[in-house]
């Protein structure tokens, strides 16, 4: 069977394999919070690592030589935007602010950044 190599096969599978590694890893997370009981100041730098770290892992994975930065640019744009949504249905509410676009770009910075490290890698 062939691999589908297409650009848009590469973000989605990218941003599937991220938005499944945050989960597994915030609920961890949670978990450990819940046991050692973590004081609520580690929770947002401890969880923007977890979302970059995804990222990065979604894109070394899934993003192939050819166009990376702009690959994982929406790759990681797009985990940000969906996890943030993932969150909100499971916290109950939506609401926008400056801090999501902020998360969104830096989501975005952060796959352009890794695709392009997973490319250089791939080529070498």
């Keep these: 069977m062939p691999k589908d190599t ?3 096969a590469q973000v989605g599978k990218g941003a599937c394999v991220a938005v499944i590694f945050t989960l597994a890893s915030v609920l961890v997370f949670a978990l450990a919070i819940r046991l050692f009981s973590l004081p609520s100041s580690v929770i947002t730098p401890v969880n923007q690592a977890i979302k970059f770290a995804a990222v990065f892992i979604g894109c070394f994975f899934c993003i192939r030589p050819g166009k990376a930065f702009f690959k994982g640019l929406l790759c990681g744009a797009v985990v940000a935007a969906v ?11 939506i609401s ?18 890794s695709a392009c490290i997973a490319a250089a890698a791939r080529k070498n």
């Design 6 to 8: 297409s650009g848009a």
């Design 83 to 93: 996890t943030y949504f993932l969150f909100a249905l499971i916290a109950g509410g």
């Design 96 to 113: 926008f602010g400056w801090m999501n676009l902020l998360d969104l770009l830096l989501g975005g910075a952060a796959g352009g950044i």
